[in-house]
């Protein structure tokens, strides 16, 4: 049986105890690309479609998470910025549920020479905590309510 780079995974396997958005989505800047005439590098695009890179970093709320799995990085394929859903919680992190996620094993060897399996995830939205499944007319979708995993 061959297994594919990327898996699907529910939010839950991944983020247990709940998952927070921390700061604003992002663009993936391009470092292999040439730096435009100012010095910025311009925005990663996803090789299989075509489309922008956006990311987030999380907060994995599990008590039992390691130092290094606190705070990790989501991507997202999209011709737009993904939209998360409205904090209504007096915190700075926005409580989030990841739909359509998926998972990528590598190995990270750039720490103290002791390689150690990694997780690159993807996305394909972001809803408020309950709604995946559930229409969500367009909050936490990119824009143009096309976004890959």
């Known amino acids: 049986?061959?297994?594919?780079?990327?898996f699907k995974v529910q939010h839950g396997d991944v983020f247990p105890a709940g998952a927070f958005l921390k700061g604003a989505v992002e663009p993936?800047?391009?470092f292999n690309a040439?730096?435009?005439a100012?010095?910025?590098?311009?925005?990663?695009t996803d090789k299989d479609t075509g489309l922008l890179m956006w990311q987030a970093i999380v907060l994995d709320a599990d008590e039992e998470a390691g130092k290094k799995d606190t705070?990790?990085?989501v991507k997202f394929a999209a011709k737009v910025q993904p939209v998360p859903p409205e904090n209504k919680t007096p915190?700075?992190?926005t409580p989030i549920e990841f739909v359509g996620l998926t998972a990528l094993a590598y190995v990270d060897d750039s720490g103290n020479g002791r390689p150690r399996i990694a997780w690159s995830?993807?996305?394909?939205?972001?809803?408020a905590p309950g709604e995946a499944g559930k229409s969500t007319g367009g909050a936490g979708k990119a824009a143009s309510g096309q976004a890959a995993a």
């Open 28 to 30: 993936v800047m391009d």
């Open 91 to 93: 915190f700075p992190w």
């Open 38 to 44: 100012d010095g910025s590098r311009p925005q990663a």
């Open 1 to 6: 049986m061959a297994m594919q780079k990327r």
């Open 34 to 36: 040439e730096k435009r």
């Open 121 to 127: 995830f993807r996305a394909e939205e972001m809803v």
């Open 71 to 73: 705070a990790l990085s």
